[in-house]
């Protein structure tokens, strides 16, 4: 699993509670200034800073498509910086603020120290963090973040339709309150369609909770074996090795973040998706419509979360889900509701 699936889920605590090496920098600016410039763009001008190496990372080009959607919206023009270390990190941050784009727009926690300082000396560049925010707040630094919790809701829900046992559990990271966001939501939604529905939550832990794969798999095999057939992977890098113990006992899991169904086909039922797209093209248009210095919370109303069951192609997307129509007709009635506030879900790490 890329390691943006594990920070992101490290991301939910700091949430809620820079560069390549020089040649590669240029290079990669270039390259995207080439793209942009084939637009004949004049207007507006973006930077978009990753953490990791895009590739075929789909969480880190969601974010690509949201930059180059808002370059073409302004008649713009747009650069992605892709980082792979923290050094690279702070130099591509550097290279963007010499830069003076219009906005420059960031993915994850990694940046939050960086940005507070490049904020305070630079204060007339507007600057976006997606999926993290500064400790402090600037003017010129609004953030974007996600209510995961809901999303999680309704993957719950899916569990406790599909579940022929009638117990449905979670392997999280930690038992922490802002890491409870994957997994309480998770059995409140299987008991909002099954009332009956025993739930549990196994948590990793040790040294290395969001890359241990063993223990994440131990973790899940200890559900396994007291019948618990759905199981929400919430285990950052440890994912995997909850969809190989579900696969092995012929039960079922769900992913988070992005579409994982294909490393587990006919295991993984369905996805709790982070839209970044949709986080960096509104986080702009706010920016530039005036509106800064704040942090802007994307739910299932704002189209930020979603599940894959939900989107266009779930039919190609090798999830589980796909099969079950007419569990994805009640899911769409508790997103409605939740969207119209008839229906509120609980966070666990609200203060």
């Known amino acids: 699993m890329p390691r943006r699936h594990r920070r992101s889920l490290q991301l939910a605590a700091l949430a809620t509670g820079a560069a390549l090496l020089a040649t590669a920098c240029n290079a990669a600016a270039k390259k995207d200034d080439s793209a942009a410039s084939a637009s004949g763009g004049s207007g507006k001008s973006f930077t978009l800073v990753t953490p990791d190496a895009v590739g075929q990372n789909e969480f880190l080009k969601l974010a690509v498509t949201g930059i180059e959607s808002a370059a073409k919206q302004h008649d713009g023009t747009q650069k992605v910086y892709e980082s792979t270390d923290t050094a690279s990190q702070q130099q591509n941050v550097a290279a963007a603020v010499d830069a003076k784009p219009d906005v420059i727009v960031l993915v994850g926690f990694e940046f939050a120290d960086i940005v507070a300082q490049q904020a305070e000396k630079n204060p007339t560049q507007q600057f976006l963090i997606i999926d993290a925010c500064t400790a402090k707040t600037y003017q010129n630094v609004s953030c974007a973040v996600f209510r995961e919790h809901e999303g999680v809701y309704l993957a719950g829900a ?65 559900l396994l074996a007291k019948g618990y057939d759905q199981l929400m992977a919430a285990a950052a890098a440890g994912n995997y090795g909850v969809f190989e113990a579900a696969k092995a006992k012929g039960a079922f899991a769900y992913g988070v973040d992005v579409n994982q169904c294909p490393s587990a086909p006919g295991t993984v039922v369905d996805n709790v998706i982070k839209r970044t797209d949709v986080a960096v093209e509104k986080g702009v248009e706010s920016v530039l419509g005036g509106t800064t210095g704040t942090t802007v919370s994307y739910g299932l109303k704002e189209g930020g979360i979603s599940l894959t069951g939900l989107e266009d192609g779930v039919d190609s997307s090798k999830c589980v889900i796909a099969d079950h129509k007419d569990v994805l007709t009640k899911v769409e009635a508790l997103r409605d509701q939740i969207v119209s506030g008839e229906l509120k879900v609980d966070d666990p790490a609200a203060a």
Request: a positive charge; charged letters at 30%.
């Open 158 to 222: 899916e569990a406790g339709l599909l579940s022929k046992s009638g117990k449905v559990g979670a392997v999280d990271v930690l038992d922490t309150p802002q890491f409870r966001r994957y997994s309480d939501p998770f059995a409140a939604g299987a008991k909002k369609v099954a009332a009956k529905t025993e739930t549990s939550t196994r948590f990793v832990g040790g040294q290395s909770p969001f890359d241990d794969s063993a223990r994440a798999k131990e973790q899940a095999n200890t």
